[in-house]
């Protein structure tokens, strides 16, 4: 069965960095785009990042531009979100995804993605 297990949440300060990871397994994932999305208390979850099934195009939300990398290893099965410059609105829960078409781009709207893991919590604060 799929499944998708995020890793490497915590607590950074402001300016902070953090890596999360995505082990997948259950499908091919060479063959699917992936992406991270958030959800903060209180709020709806967002997409923030996605990237082609061979990491060829990827996508960014307005507010992580510049600051956050979405990268995958296709050998290691793996997603990975490199976040620098962390700020406290960044804080939320962050899940990746995948989205349920075989060789297609990424997409923006979180309900096309059919499976989530489970979440790794991001707090940044001082």
């Known amino acids: 069965q799929v499944q998708l297990v995020e890793s490497g949440g915590g607590l950074a300060q402001p300016g902070g960095s953090l890596t999360l990871s995505c082990a997948a397994s259950?499908?091919?994932?060479?063959?699917?785009?992936m992406s991270w999305a958030r959800q903060a208390p209180g709020k709806e979850r967002e997409f923030v990042a996605g990237?082609?099934?061979?990491?060829?195009?990827?996508v960014y939300a307005d507010y992580v531009k510049g600051r956050f990398t979405i990268s995958r290893d296709n050998a290691k099965n793996t997603l990975y979100l490199q976040m620098n410059s962390l700020k406290p609105g960044d804080t939320a829960m962050y899940y990746c995804?995948?989205?349920?078409?075989?060789?297609?781009?990424?997409?923006?709207?979180?309900?096309?993605?059919?499976?989530w893991g489970q979440g790794t919590q991001v707090t940044v604060s001082s």
């Open positions: 995804a995948r989205l349920p078409i075989p060789k297609a781009g990424p997409r923006q709207t979180i309900s096309d993605y059919d499976y």
């Open positions: 259950g499908f091919a994932f060479d063959n699917y785009a």
């Open positions: 990237i082609s099934y061979l990491g060829g195009r990827l």
